[in-house]
T-cell receptor, first 112, second 117 residues
């Protein structure tokens, strides 16, 4: 899997939008962009994924740059329960099943 | 849907003993399950890939004789830490991949915290 770069930590206030950036300049044409998050002392959970077009689901939105070398996870209205480590992971879906390669992720801190 | 459970959620054992951790997909079948390990303040590291009915594939540096993996059914994989030592103390997390799922999304268990005294 290609490498991603994320800020170590970010801080936001409750009920405000949060934009979590991810750089993946070496992304290949068959790489999907996946986001997972891990709440304290829990296993990770899937957030969202996309290939080229922006994506929305009940948890978040994913904005993908036109050249696909970067993406932004958007939490529209952060709550205290969104405090977690967010991981941006590239997955090549052209091959067989393989495990995820987690980077250090972004530690999101939400202030009340 | 797509719930993965782990048992136990935490375990404390003496050095030299073996510990078995179960990972179950509760409402779906998973031909492939994964085992990860996470040390404090670090990210998850993939240990092995477990395929139903076949031998597990271990990542480089993970001792297959120490971390025994069995995937006997489409809903259960077990990780046995044999002759555990304090350096094996960690957070062990499994994930399961939905069989036939187009996105290959992984569903993670809640983790098992192992403390070896």
């Amino acid at each position: 899997d290609a490498k991603t770069t994320q800020p170590n930590s970010m801080e936001s206030n409750e009920e405000e939008p949060v934009h979590l950036p991810c750089n993946h300049s070496t992304i290949s044409g068959t790489d999907y962009i996946h986001w997972y998050r891990q709440l304290p002392s829990q296993g990770p959970e899937y957030v969202i994924h996309g290939l080229t077009s922006n994506v929305n689901n009940r948890m978040a939105s994913l904005a993908i740059a036109e050249d696909r070398k970067s993406s932004t996870l958007i939490l529209h209205r952060a709550t205290l329960r969104d405090a977690a480590v967010y991981y941006c992971i590239l997955r090549d879906l052209g091959g067989g099943a393989d495990g995820l390669t987690f980077g250090k992720g972004t530690h999101l801190i939400i202030q009340p | 849907g797509a719930v993965v459970s782990q048992h136990p959620s935490w375990v404390i054992c003496k050095s030299g003993t073996s510990v078995k951790i179960e990972c179950r997909s509760l409402d779906f079948q998973a031909t492939t399950m994964f085992w990860y390990r996470q040390f404090p303040k670090q990210s998850l590291m993939l240990m092995a890939t477990s395929n139903e009915g076949s031998k597990a594939t271990y990542e480089q540096g993970v001792e297959k004789d120490k971390f025994l993996i069995n995937h006997a059914s489409l809903t259960l994989s077990t990780l046995t830490v044999t002759s555990a030592h304090p350096e094996d103390s960690s957070f062990y997390i499994c994930s399961a991949m939905l069989a036939g799922g187009p996105r290959r999304e992984q569903f993670f268990g809640p983790g098992t915290r192992l403390t070896v005294l």
